[in-house]
């Protein structure tokens, strides 16, 4: 009689969802070191301007029953709404250089001008994009060329209107700290040392709050940990990744 033994289940599938003015470009690194390990999607986050909105539409189009899921600034908000519509469907969560707390009222009134400032012409719009980038990275990385070039192109890719629905969508997003104890899938909340758009402070008070969290700081990073610290990004994803295909129940 032959033994008949369970087969290990597959790797979680994954999903990404891009921040503020970023498209899938943002986390290509990411995608290209793990898309040879499991099936690995991005989400939109330019199509509405609600967070509830963007992950009703991110679970229409998640890869599986359930998946692991990783947000980045933006779209961490998003993440933390799709684990409130479907906390069934999230075997495994990343929270990268994002928060758990409402707009502040300055925020608000910051996000509000830059709106403000929009119009119509082209040239407008790349001025308003361009004052992203000393906020969002590492002094040391404020002159790379190439950086830049790619910050500026997603941005003109997102375009405006895109980028009024996610201010819009950042603006009105719920405040999220009153769920993060109820989390009980593997969690890692990373963060650059250096971020001050969603300081570090942020991240320690998420993952004090969320159960058995892994909390990830990257040094001489700021905001846009995913393009300047790629391979350290994808070491703390693949191993949290490993982590969770391990804790996940056979025959998920």
Same mark, same amino acid.
């Given at each position: 009689?032959? %033994? %008949?033994? &369970?087969?290990? =289940? &597959?790797?979680?599938?994954?999903?990404?969802?891009?921040?503020?003015? =970023? *498209? &899938?470009?943002?986390?290509?690194?990411?995608? *290209? !070191?793990? #898309?040879? %390990?499991? *099936?690995?999607?991005? !989400? %939109? #986050?330019?199509?509405? *301007? #609600?967070? &509830? !909105?963007?992950a009703a539409e991110a679970l229409a189009r998640a890869p599986a029953a359930r998946f692991a899921l990783a947000g980045f600034s933006l779209g961490g908000y998003v993440a933390l709404e799709i684990l409130r519509q479907a906390p069934e469907r999230v075997a495994a969560l990343a929270l990268i250089d994002t928060g758990s707390r409402p707009d502040t009222v300055e925020a608000t009134q910051v996000r509000r001008g830059m709106l403000d400032a929009l119009d119509s012409a082209t040239a407008g719009f790349d001025a308003v994009a361009a004052t992203f980038l000393p906020r969002v990275v590492h002094p040391d990385r404020v002159d790379d060329a190439l950086l830049a070039d790619l910050l500026l192109s997603m941005a003109r890719s997102v375009g405006a209107a895109a980028f009024a629905r996610q201010q819009n969508a950042a603006i009105a997003r719920p405040d999220s700290r009153p769920g993060l104890g109820a989390i009980r899938c593997p969690t890692m909340v990373l963060c650059g040392r250096q971020d001050t758009v969603t300081p570090l402070a942020l991240s320690e008070e998420m993952a004090s709050s969320i159960p058995d969290a892994k909390l990830v700081v990257l040094e001489a990073c700021g905001h846009m940990s995913l393009l300047e610290r790629p391979r350290e990004v994808v070491d703390a994803m693949r191993a949290w990744l490993q982590a969770a295909d391990r804790a996940r129940p056979a025959h998920d």
């Open positions: 009689m032959i %033994e %008949e033994r &369970a087969m290990p =289940n &597959a790797p979680l599938p994954l999903l990404l969802v891009p921040g503020l003015l =970023n *498209d &899938a470009r943002v986390w290509k690194n990411q995608t *290209d !070191a793990l #898309s040879g %390990e499991r *099936d690995v999607r991005v !989400a %939109e #986050s330019t199509t509405h *301007d #609600s967070v &509830a !909105a963007l």
